[in-house]
T-cell receptor, first 109, second 116 residues
Framework: AQRVTQPEKLLSVFKGAPVELKCNYS??????LFWYVQYSRQRLQLLLR??SRESIKGFTADLNKGETSFHLKKPFAQEEDSAMYYC???????????FGIGTKLQVIP | GAVVSQHPSWVICKSGTSVKIECRSL??????MFWYRQFPKQSLMLMAT?????????EQGVEKDKFLINHASLTLSTLTVTSAHPEDSSFYIC????????????FGPGTRLLVL
């Protein structure tokens, strides 16, 4: 069975400090990992995916198959980064998505 | 582009009644739509995968007769909660996968259901 674990429900950092949101997964196949973000009173939206190896809003995430991790990082947190972040694993022909429980990032001014 | 809407945004109903929630892709066609539910302070849990013109595929533990899904067109999927009970109170979210391809799902804003 596939599983996504986000060990921290809440992460508080000061503005300008580095951020790392942890995500570990369990999946027998070749994983496709995504990070989704939900800002206050807004809908869930895609932040980035491991295949693209892109940096969105200063965030990056590297898939580490050895550690089965896909941690989300940003060198300098901004207040507007405060949001709920969900790590997700996509699988199956219909793109079934398994979400982690989510981590609330709170950036303190 | 790629906007998904849900209607209603919130609904309160009496126990025993049925409630229909609509999910529409406004500016694209979607072969596949997904229905999730989210309890307070918990993650999104996939309930079912809906494909246009065919029966929905339900996740283990989700009652097919309780949560009726219809995907009659490439832009509309509906979820009907039949004979709703207070334990069905939750936040229901749909997402849509564009017919044009890609693996990005676009999410609706969600529907909050409260069953009294």
């Amino acid at each position: 069975a596939q599983r996504v674990t986000q060990p921290e429900k809440l992460l508080s950092v000061f503005k300008g400090a580095p951020v790392e949101l942890k995500c570990n997964y369990s999946y027998s196949g070749s994983p496709e990992l995504f990070w989704y973000v939900q800002y206050s009173r807004q809908r869930l939206q895609l932040l980035l995916r491991h295949i693209s190896r892109e940096s969105i809003k200063g965030f990056t995430a590297d898939l580490n198959k050895g550690e089965t991790s896909f941690h989300l990082k940003k060198p300098f947190a901004q207040e507007e980064d405060s949001a709920m972040y969900y790590c997700a694993l996509h699988s199956g022909g219909y793109q079934k998505v398994t979400f982690g429980i989510g981590t609330k990032l709170q950036v303190i001014p | 582009g790629a906007v998904v809407s849900q209607h209603p945004s919130w609904v309160i109903c009496k126990s025993g009644t049925s409630v229909k929630i609509e999910c529409r892709s406004l500016d694209f066609q979607a072969t596949t739509m997904f229905w999730y539910r989210q309890f307070p302070k918990q993650s999104l849990m996939l309930m079912a995968t809906s494909n246009e013109g065919s029966k929905a595929t339900y996740e283990q533990g989700v009652e097919k007769d309780k949560f009726l899904i219809n995907h009659a067109s490439l832009t509309l999927s509906t979820l009907t909660v039949t004979s709703a009970h207070p334990e069905d109170s939750s936040f229901y979210i749909c997402s849509a996968l564009p017919l044009a391809g890609g693996k990005t799902q676009y999410f609706g804003p969600g529907t909050r259901l409260l069953v009294l």
